[in-house]
């Protein structure tokens, strides 16, 4: 959650792992682990940033997951974890950025220019990074990881009722974006 | 073409992309790298903290001894690769320490379960708030110029709440929406503050609409962009405090339980002003 636009959400890391001392499952070496998720989180990051800091954005959230790895690695699903990490800074990097971008057009006397779009797919996400915050991720998660409500939930550590309503209203604001017209857009 | 179908189209020409585009083990080196420097420069800025300290001793700068004419050393900037001090916003001060610019400087002693996220939004130059490490509900918005609105859907002054950190918090503490409510006073960063605790009453109404979060009972904004209320969920206590330069200064600490509060308080204790 940004207390800034909003009243606080859910945001960030996990709580760390309980003291349990069973393991009931052998633990992965961190090298296994970020060749397996690497390029997905490089896809998540972009969708939410832009491609331009995707791959930053994803190595920071792995940084953050190898410096305490002996933690992560415990965690029932230590994937969400570097998923949470990496969406929390993907949608702070592009808010951060279109902030900056929008002060340089002001400073400059130009209109405001819409990001440029490469095709349908990039436009797609395009229109994902000018959602609020929590749809934005809630909506990349579900595509791009192919993630139900309850997985989605576990990984931004909200209720299921709130991804059910960011997922309905993320969808919905998208549908009524794309089918206006080309002009339109963006 | 549905909006389902055009998200897995495009989630399948992103991962596409990605995995054709990076290269893991060259990403691989380079993140074993980055964690090495890291340390490196932690060591770095230890022992230049260290010798700062053994200047100001030998100049007698520390408090009880005499102050010589000579400049005393100031830790320099922490040469840490990534984390907080690649924040445009921050100056990193060395160990945990880090100075936020705000419209007044924020120097902040960071504990240990912060990120030091900084994060600002909106293009307001006078809020940032930060997150917790070992609770995804619970974090610190600082805000400057903070201003008390109505409690309607306008998010307008109310200006029946003054305009002093002791009047904004006494009107805080009667609030309609507000239980349980106490008003106590204290010390952050040497001044004087003032800090409101309350939870909201069930089945208060909830008329301020915030984007992407639904309703809540609105307390605070600086800009039409950052906002601060309670809803359903979110437990909140305010420390409010005047700051020359920054009018009445709001540090908002919140959390989904009151245990999380408790758990925040270390950083309202590392924030100065100024």
């Given at each position: 959650?940004?207390?800034?636009?909003?009243?606080?959400?859910?945001?960030?890391?996990?709580?760390?792992?309980?003291?349990?001392?069973?393991?009931?499952?052998?633990?992965?070496?961190?090298?296994?682990?970020?060749?397996?998720?690497?390029?997905?989180?490089?896809?998540?990051a972009g969708a939410l940033s832009g491609s331009a800091w995707a791959e930053d954005i994803a190595q920071e959230a792995m940084l953050a997951a190898y410096r305490q790895w002996d933690v992560v690695a415990r965690l029932d699903i230590p994937a969400a974890w570097v998923r949470r990490v990496c969406a929390n800074r993907a949608v702070s990097m592009f808010r951060k950025r279109a902030v900056e971008a929008r002060g340089l057009l002001r400073l400059s006397s130009r209109r405001d220019e819409a990001e440029p779009i490469a095709d349908e797919n990039a436009a797609f996400w395009a229109h994902v990074r000018r959602l609020p915050r929590r749809q934005a991720?809630?909506?990349?998660?579900?595509?791009?990881?192919?993630?139900?409500?309850?997985?989605?939930?576990?990984?931004?550590?909200?209720?299921?009722?709130?991804?059910?309503?960011?997922?309905?209203?993320?969808?919905?604001?998208?549908?009524?974006?794309?089918?206006?017209?080309?002009?339109?857009?963006? | 073409m549905s909006i389902d179908d055009l998200g897995r189209a495009a989630a399948t020409d992103v991962r596409r992309k990605a995995t054709q585009e990076i290269d893991p083990t060259r990403m691989l080196k380079q993140l074993r790298r980055k964690q090495r420097n890291r340390s490196v420069a932690t060591a770095v800025a230890v022992v230049g903290v260290v010798a700062a300290g053994t200047i100001l001793v030998a100049n007698g700068a520390l408090p009880g001894h005499h102050q010589s004419g000579n400049t005393a050393s100031r830790p320099s900037p922490s040469p840490t690769i990534s984390g907080p001090c690649h924040n445009a916003l921050v100056t990193c001060l060395g160990g945990n320490k880090y100075l936020v610019a705000l419209t007044v400087p924020v120097t902040v002693t960071l504990p240990a379960n912060f990120q030091g996220a900084f994060a600002q939004s909106g293009n307001a130059s006078g809020?940032?708030?930060?997150?917790?490490?070992?609770?995804?509900?619970?974090?610190?918005?600082?805000?400057?110029n903070a201003t008390p609105v109505k409690y309607d859907a306008s998010w307008s002054q109310d200006p029946t709440a003054g305009n002093t950190a002791a009047s904004i918090a006494t009107w805080l503490s009667k609030r309609p929406f507000l239980s349980h409510t106490s008003l106590t006073?204290?010390?952050?960063?040497?001044?004087?503050?003032?800090?409101?605790?309350?939870?909201?009453?069930?089945?208060?109404?909830?008329?301020?609409?915030?984007?992407?979060?639904?309703?809540?009972?609105?307390?605070?904004?600086?800009?039409?962009?950052?906002?601060?209320?309670y809803r359903p969920g979110l437990t909140g206590q305010y420390t409010l405090l005047d700051v020359p330069g920054a009018g009445v200064t709001v540090i908002w600490s919140w959390s989904n339980t009151n245990q999380g509060l408790i758990s925040n308080q270390a950083y309202i204790d590392g924030l100065s002003f100024g």
């Open positions: 959650m940004r207390a800034m636009t909003s009243v606080p959400q859910p945001r960030t890391e996990a709580a760390p792992a309980s003291d349990a001392v069973v393991e009931l499952r052998p633990i992965e070496t961190f090298e296994v682990f970020y060749r397996r998720e690497l390029p997905a989180l490089v896809a998540f991720q809630v909506i990349a998660l579900h595509y791009i990881y192919d993630l139900g409500v309850v997985e989605i939930a576990a990984t931004l550590g909200c209720a299921e009722g709130t991804v059910k309503v960011h997922l309905s209203r993320g969808r919905a604001a998208l549908a009524r974006r794309i089918v206006r017209s080309p002009e339109e857009q963006l | 809020v940032f708030e930060d997150y917790r490490t070992d609770n995804a509900n619970a974090g610190i918005t600082v805000m400057e006073r204290t010390i952050v960063g040497g001044r004087a503050a003032w800090r409101v605790s309350g939870d909201l009453k069930p089945g208060a109404a909830l008329p301020a609409e915030k984007n992407g979060t639904g309703p809540v009972a609105p307390t605070f904004t600086d800009t039409p962009y950052n906002t601060a209320g």
